[in-house]
């Protein structure tokens, strides 16, 4: 399976994107930010940039989680590669295997039939 990660963001502490980030970089094939007119967005922006798997798209203004986690899905799934999607908000927390756990207990039911 191949996982894109959309995150909504709306003036994030940058802290929360570090932590979310590093725990999901590794397991995700993409990730889409999107920005639901956050007033720290020049920071966002920064730190998006440093990873080539993270596209940043500003919304800008809040639109709502449901129309963001819409827009960032129908952006993800674009890219014919892209089988699953996980969504987060911008002050998740993951821990560093919970893709690849979500992933194999998939497999396992598909294979269960």
Do not use: C
């Amino acid at each position: 399976m191949i996982v894109a990660a959309v995150i909504v963001t709306y003036n994030p502490k940058l802290s929360d994107l570090v932590i979310l980030i590093n725990n999901i970089i590794d397991s995700v094939e993409q990730v889409v930010f999107i920005d639901n007119g956050s007033n720290n967005i020049a920071a966002i922006e920064t730190f998006a940039v440093q990873y080539s798997k993270i596209k940043l798209m500003q919304l800008g203004e809040n639109k709502g989680i449901g129309f963001a986690q819409n827009r960032g899905i129908e952006y993800a799934l674009a890219d014919k590669e892209i089988t699953g999607i996980i969504l987060f908000d911008h002050d998740s927390h993951p821990e560093p295997d919970m893709i690849s756990t979500l992933t194999n207990a998939y497999h396992n039911f598909e294979a269960d039939n």
